[in-house]
């Protein structure tokens, strides 16, 4: 639960900063993983996280190219949870 109100708080601080700097956030929503075995689950939110972390690098050195510093921060500030994120998961699995 945490987790998700975590990931709630990212989207809409994206979307503030998408909004601020002229553009219109979208929501593009991937059909979601379903499977009855707890550990693939966590598994396959695992490779969410780790699909995030490295689109959230990629963007950050969007922001930095473009001289977006403070876009840089907020998402590097949302690196630093996702990456949190990613070890509670490998913890939890023992990766």
Do not use: C, W
């Not at 002229?22 to 689950?41: A, F, K, L, W, Y």
């Amino acid at each position: 639960l945490v987790h998700a109100t975590e990931e709630h708080a990212h989207a809409v601080s994206l979307a503030q900063q998408i909004d601020f700097l002229g553009g219109v956030p979208t929501v593009d929503v991937e059909r979601p993983h379903v499977s009855p075995n707890s550990t693939t689950m966590l598994e396959q939110d695992l490779e969410g996280e780790l699909d995030a972390i490295a689109r959230y690098k990629a963007r950050i050195a969007q922001a930095e190219m473009l001289q977006e510093y403070g876009l840089r921060r907020a998402l590097e500030d949302i690196l630093m949870v996702e990456e949190e994120h990613a070890r509670d998961l490998q913890l939890v699995l023992r990766k």
